[in-house]
């Protein structure tokens, strides 16, 4: 049995417009990395974050990768074994772009393999969307589900995640403007009952989404990458929101919307040109509401956890 092992999490987005809570993908490029070594004592401890937004909690109740661990050790029956975990943020915090699940996804799979008997699927994900509650305040796995798995999947509230098959053409272009929005706030503004109709309107789309996906059909994917509960509520939260979505649609997008809590927004594109072209138009636009951006471009059908050693 191994004494250390380094995995990576992917960046994610949530949501995906229609799917609220129950759909995201990974992301190609930023990720987080999560070192796990065995301890002769049972204890978990975090030694050391490699984090440039923040400070992040050491304690290990409250950070997200240790609270993942220390789940997956209870679901494994192996209490009694302790672990030291470093921790190397390569996503933006409060970005929208899945950093506290990418953590909590890294740390999982790492200590999953110093575990006597490796667990499945299902314990990783149950493990992972515990620690992504210490951020979040409640276990939602639609950054977990894809941050896991890769690609395009659907985070049940139990049982295993489920991936779904999209089109080879997708891509996505997201754009991270330089400001945070914890996804606390962002959930702040949801709790007002929505109306019966615009729920109905939403569940069409979610429909039509993934009927594109499965028959490789990008005007069902036009019709199904829309959000009229979430995003009308959050919009206000993002300077610049109107024009950085008006970018990408006149840019080519199949649809945009905002990357899981926000602030980053994104577009899917039908290739990976157009995806380029968009962000680029979305960069401006956000630089127009007097904030510098990062973009980034990658297939919907993004990359898994990793171990690196």
């Known amino acids: 049995m191994s004494a250390s092992c380094q995995a990576t999490g992917p960046a994610s987005i949530g949501n995906c417009a229609a799917g609220f809570d129950v759909l995201g993908h990974s992301l190609a490029g930023p990720h987080d990395r999560v070192t796990v070594t ?19 909690p050491r304690d ?10 220390l789940e997956l050790r209870r679901l494994a029956g192996a209490n009694d074994m302790g672990f030291s975990i470093e921790i190397h943020k390569g996503i ?5 772009m899945g950093g506290s699940a990418a953590s909590s996804v890294a ?28 951020a979040s305040g409640a276990p939602h796995g639609d950054n977990v589900a894809p941050s896991l798995l890769g690609g395009l999947v659907i985070a049940p509230r139990s049982g295993a995640p489920v991936r779904v098959p999209v089109p080879e053409w997708l891509h996505i272009g997201l754009v991270h403007p330089h400001c945070q929005l914890e996804t606390r706030r962002s959930r702040e503004v949801l709790q007002e009952p929505f109306e019966l109709a615009a729920v109905t309107q939403q569940t069409e789309a979610l429909a039509m989404l993934m009927a594109g ?8 994917l036009r019709r199904g990458l829309i959000d009229v509960l979430v995003e009308p ?9 109107v024009d950085v979505k008006q970018a990408a649609l006149d840019s080519g997008a199949l649809g945009a919307s905002i990357g899981g809590g926000g602030p980053s927004m994104f577009g899917w594109f039908a290739n990976q040109e157009d995806a380029e072209r968009g962000t680029a138009a979305m960069q401006a636009a956000f630089e127009g509401a007097s904030l510098a951006s990062d973009r980034f471009v990658s297939p919907v059908a993004g990359p898994k956890a990793e171990i690196l050693a």
């Open 107 to 134: 740390a999982v799979v790492a200590a999953n393999q110093l575990l006597p008997t490796p667990q499945g699927t299902d314990t990783l994900y149950a493990a992972a969307c515990a620690g992504e509650a210490a």
């Open 213 to 220: 996906c499965y028959g490789n059909d990008a005007d069902l």
């Open 92 to 96: 933006p915090l409060a970005s929208g």
């Open 38 to 56: 065995r301890r002769d004592d049972a204890d978990v401890v975090i030694t050391a974050i490699h984090c440039e937004d923040a400070e992040l």
């Open 233 to 241: 509520r959050r919009a206000a939260l993002i300077p610049g929101f």
């Open 60 to 69: 290990a109740d409250k950070n997200t990768a240790s609270r993942a661990v």
